[in-house]
T-cell receptor, first 113, second 113 residues
Framework: EPEVTQTPSHQVTQMGQEVILRCVPI?????FYWYRQILGQKVEFLVS????????KSEIFDDQFSVERPDGSNFTLKIRSTKLEDSAMYFC???????????FGQGTRLTVV | SQKIEQNSEALNIQEGKTATLTCNYT??????LQWYRQDPGRGPVFLLL?????KEKRKERLKVTFDTTLKQSLFHITASQPADSATYLC????????????FGAGTRLAVHP
């Protein structure tokens, strides 16, 4: 069964450092998303991406965040200068054109120290 | 603003009984309402989807109802098993593939042998 894969599974970084979280969505999907989940809280929308551009972003997705799909398969989330409050699980998800359920990866646990 | 409410308290039931979880929403007219399962430290996994023009959907031991007048969905697991213990997330989405999923905080279900 096709799946969304995310790497790394766990990333520890110093405050102020840049991190790149990577995702390989399902190959024939067209819509891509990043969500985050702070420990004990709900899954929150960050950004949606379609046709090589951002289609929607939340208030959380400020200038410190960026996304790109550099090579047609990988989908990355970059945080330029991490803060302690960026510590969370980050989930990538993808959606096919006609499908209406989202497929989520297993997440990257980001710990900012 | 859009709001999704799920019982924040854990639901404890005996194996074999039916679990019923509630999702209420306000300030939104979703095209789809979806239920996901989330295990600790893992990404959400899609279970069932119901469209705005559908009243009920079933899949094996799962049943979802959708009342757009009450703005409520009920999620039932019949003949529950300890393996059903997890957090269940309600999510709403508008029409159009790029529209984001908005999640409720989830209800934790514990099924005791």
């Amino acid at each position: 069964e096709p799946e969304v894969t995310q790497t790394p599974s766990h990333q520890v970084t110093q405050m102020g450092q840049e991190v790149i979280l990577r995702c390989v969505p399902i190959s024939n999907h067209l819509y891509f998303y990043w969500y985050r989940q702070i420990l004990g809280q709900k899954v929150e929308f960050l950004v949606s991406f379609y046709n090589n551009e951002i289609s929607e972003k939340s208030e959380i997705f400020d200038d410190q965040f960026s996304v790109e799909r550099p090579d047609g398969s990988n989908f990355t989330l970059k945080i330029r200068s991490t803060k302690l409050e960026d510590s969370a699980m980050y989930f990538c998800a993808s959606l096919g054109e006609m499908n209406t359920e989202a497929f989520f990866g297993q997440g990257t646990r980001l710990t900012v120290v | 603003s859009q709001k999704i409410e799920q019982n924040s308290e854990a639901l404890n039931i005996q194996e074999g009984k039916t679990a019923t979880l509630t999702c209420n929403y306000t300030n939104y007219s979703p095209a789809y309402l979806q239920w996901y399962r989330q295990d600790p430290g893992r990404g959400p996994v899609f279970l069932l989807l119901i469209r705005e023009n559908e009243k009920e959907k079933r899949k094996e031991r799962l049943k979802v109802t959708f009342d757009t007048t009450l703005k409520q969905s009920l999620f039932h697991i019949t003949a529950s098993q300890p393996a059903d213990s997890a957090t269940y997330l309600c999510a709403l989405r508008g029409s159009g593939g790029y529209n984001k999923l908005i999640f409720g905080a989830g209800t934790r279900l514990a099924v005791h042998p």
